[in-house]
């Protein structure tokens, strides 16, 4: 089994930063893309940011500037930094990875998704 544990969220004024991390453990083969999502109560999950395992990022428009994602492969972690938040940035970060495990001798590569972390932002 894999689990994705998120840290790093909290409450921070508008113009401040905060630094999220996830680190993925169990019986891991290998992480593949990972990725950053948010999501508001009564709204629908959307992409903060993404990361393959070769260090190409993706990011949403709304972010691109203030955020960074990086990981560490040896440590089967991944981390945002967020600067310059704004009270719209308020939300319930997710962590998501597709893990490779190995299962009855056979490679499979699944999704998995993290508990979630809040942040949220005063104005």
């Known amino acids: 089994q894999v689990q994705l544990v998120e840290s790093g969220g909290g409450l921070v004024q508008a113009g401040g930063s905060l630094r999220l991390s996830c680190v993925a453990s169990g019986r891991i083969v290998s992480v593949n893309a990972m990725g950053w999502y948010r999501q508001v109560a009564g709204k629908q999950r959307e992409l903060v940011a993404t990361i393959t395992s070769g260090g190409t990022t993706n990011y949403a428009d709304s972010v691109k500037g203030r955020f960074t994602v990086s990981r560490d492969n040896a440590k089967n972690t991944q981390y945002l930094q967020m600067n310059s938040l704004k009270p719209e940035d308020t939300a319930v970060y997710y962590c998501?990875?597709?893990?490779?495990?190995?299962?009855?001798?056979?490679?499979?590569?699944?999704?998995?998704w993290g508990q979630g972390t809040q942040v949220t932002v005063s104005s």
């Open positions: 998501n990875a597709n893990v490779e495990t190995i299962v009855f001798g056979f490679s499979r590569i699944e999704n998995y």
